[in-house]
């Protein structure tokens, strides 16, 4: 594997920006990746870039919508990997959708496997490994015997609409504390 394509980002200057600065650099390395990209596919169409994202997903090519879109939560705790990892990631997927074959391409499939080796020279890996508690909150509260589980927005509400959920120590079902009962507790 050849030496990664895109320059190693300063930290320290990374750990000094504010959210604004921060966001332009993104913006920037989006740039520099789509340029790498248009040496291979000078057709490659420029994306848009969102900072919209939210939950436990980094980044997204979103092709509805024309796009990168990424997690600004995720971004601004883990600036430097994201700007190596995860941009890179995000522009492959763009790239791949773009080449004649692409829309019947696998996700993580060959063609972005070889795009993040030989491209951008990095390894293919398809998960990050950040910790996602501040950017996928899950507010609400249930109980079991043996302990309180935190379900997020989705979850909670499939579990309104009828869904059952079970601990997986206990194997009670898990029931919903309203936060008025929640705040009694505490």
């Not at 705790?77 to 391409?105: I, Q, S, T, Y």
């Not at 508690?133 to 379900?151: D, G, L, Q, T, V």
Request: proline share 6%; with cysteine; charged share 25%.
């Amino acid at each position: 594997m050849m030496a990664p394509a895109l320059p190693d980002p300063d930290t320290t200057r990374l750990d000094a920006l504010e959210r604004e600065a921060l966001h332009r650099v993104l913006i920037a390395r989006v740039e520099a990746a789509w340029r790498l990209c248009r040496e291979v596919h000078p057709a490659l169409p420029r994306p848009a870039v969102w900072l919209d994202l939210r939950g436990k997903s980094a980044g997204q090519a979103h092709f509805g919508r024309g796009g990168l879109r990424f997690n600004p939560v995720l971004f601004d705790e883990n600036r430097r990997a994201f700007l190596v990892e995860v941009v890179p990631h995000e522009m492959a997927h763009w790239l791949v959708h773009h080449l004649e074959d692409g829309g019947r391409a696998r996700p993580h499939g060959r063609e972005w496997q070889t795009v993040m080796r030989s491209l951008f020279g990095l390894a293919p890996t398809t998960t990050h490994r950040f910790d996602t508690r501040r950017a996928s909150p899950a507010p609400y509260r249930y109980r079991c015997a043996c302990r309180e589980h935190a379900f997020t927005a989705r979850r909670h509400g499939l579990a309104r609409r009828g869904s059952r959920y079970r601990c997986r120590h206990c194997a009670q079902t898990l029931v919903y504390c309203d936060r008025s009962a929640f705040e009694k507790s505490v």
